[in-house]
């Protein structure tokens, strides 16, 4: 059965350091997702992105924040300069279309750890 | 505003016995889609039932059942027949028509089956 990828599963990195988060969508999903989960507490959603560009966001989404798709199969989510709040999971997600009753797969999540 | 609620915050069950998960949601929106996802101890989002506001019957997914009371917004989660290996954090979810295609997650319930 398909699913969604995500790489790494564990990332630890230092304040003010770059990190990309890699995904790779069920192939035949047109809908790309992120959202994010601080330990203990609920997932929140980030942004959306559809046909090549970022089609919802969140406030958490700001500009230290970036999105990609840079082939036909990985979606990236780039945080440009990482504070100690940014440690959390983060999940990507795809479903293949918009509807309310479409499904979003979930990816198993990366660990992001900000020291 | 959407809003999800999960009201309990932990609980437990015998195994083989069944169980409800509350949820209540608030929208406005005819049109909306209600979801329920299991997030084990290794972290991964794995999606159980969807139930849809236009549905007439309540959805049913092998022991997983959704309690849809429309006039309530309440979709409660029912698993029968519990086993050990259903120990772990249910999330309530919510996509509506009107808002884009992201999910509005609740804060979940911990399950916990005792043998």
């Known amino acids: 059965e398909p699913e969604v990828t995500q790489t790494p599963s564990h990332q630890v990195t230092q304040m003010g350091q770059e990190v990309i988060l890699r995904c790779v969508p069920i192939s035949n999903h047109l809908y790309f997702y992120w959202y994010r989960q601080i330990l203990g507490q609920k997932v929140e959603f980030l942004v959306s992105?559809?046909?090549?560009?970022?089609?919802?966001k969140s406030e958490i989404f700001d500009d230290q924040f970036s999105v990609e798709r840079p082939d036909g199969s990985n979606f990236t989510l780039k945080i440009r300069s990482t504070k100690l709040e940014d440690s959390a999971m983060y999940f990507c997600?795809?479903?293949?279309?918009?509807?309310?009753?479409?499904?979003?797969?979930f990816g198993p999540g990366t660990r992001l750890t900000v020291l | 505003a959407q809003k999800i609620t999960q009201t309990q915050p932990g609980m437990f069950v015998q195994e083989k016995e069944a169980v409800t998960l509350d949820c209540t949601y608030d929208?406005?929106?005819?049109?909306?889609?209600l979801f329920w996802y299991k997030q084990p101890s290794s972290g991964e989002m794995i999606f159980l039932i969807y139930?849809?506001?236009?549905?007439?019957q309540n959805a049913t997914e092998g022991r997983y059942s959704l309690n849809f009371q429309k006039a309530r917004k309440s979709a409660n989660l029912v698993i029968s027949a519990s086993q050990l290996g259903d120990s772990a954090m249910y999330f309530c979810?919510?996509?509506?028509?009107?808002?884009?295609?992201?999910?509005?997650f609740g804060g979940g319930t911990r399950l916990m089956v005792k043998p």
């Open positions: 997600a795809s479903t293949p279309l918009a509807g309310v009753e479409d499904t979003q797969y």
């Open positions: 992105f559809y046909n090549n560009e970022i089609s919802e």
């Open positions: 979810a919510m996509r509506r028509r009107n808002a884009g295609n992201m999910l509005t």
């Open positions: 929208t406005s929106d005819p049109s909306y889609g």
């Open positions: 139930q849809g506001s236009y549905d007439q």
